[in-house]
């Protein structure tokens, strides 16, 4: 978020157009919807994963969806962050 806020780029990802920064984000659970049967309840602690991956890959569907081809990320052109 720094070098793009500093330097409008990283990389081959350039800014341009505005762009919502941040891409390690964490928060609390306020509530949990009807049917929600993966542990988390309100009050707990959360992070938010960075990467958006296919879930379909050889990768994603062996765990190391770190390794996703296909992975993009929040705060990198065109993704938006999660700062809003």
């Given at each position: 978020d720094l070098e793009y806020y500093r330097h409008g780029v990283i990389g081959p990802f350039k800014l341009e157009q505005p762009m919502i920064m941040g891409h390690e984000s964490g928060g609390t659970v306020l509530a949990v919807g009807k049917g929600v049967d993966n542990g988390l309840k309100p009050?707990?602690?959360?992070a938010?994963?960075?990467g958006l991956v296919c879930g379909e890959c050889n990768s994603c569907k062996?765990?190391?969806y770190n390794l996703c081809p296909e992975v993009t990320f929040f705060a990198t052109p065109p993704v938006h962050g999660?700062?809003?």
């Amino acid at each position: 978020d720094l070098e793009y806020y500093r330097h409008g780029v990283i990389g081959p990802f350039k800014l341009e157009q505005p762009m919502i920064m941040g891409h390690e984000s964490g928060g609390t659970v306020l509530a949990v919807g009807k049917g929600v049967d993966n542990g988390l309840k309100p009050g707990d602690k959360v992070a938010l994963e960075p990467g958006l991956v296919c879930g379909e890959c050889n990768s994603c569907k062996s765990g190391k969806y770190n390794l996703c081809p296909e992975v993009t990320f929040f705060a990198t052109p065109p993704v938006h962050g999660t700062m809003r």
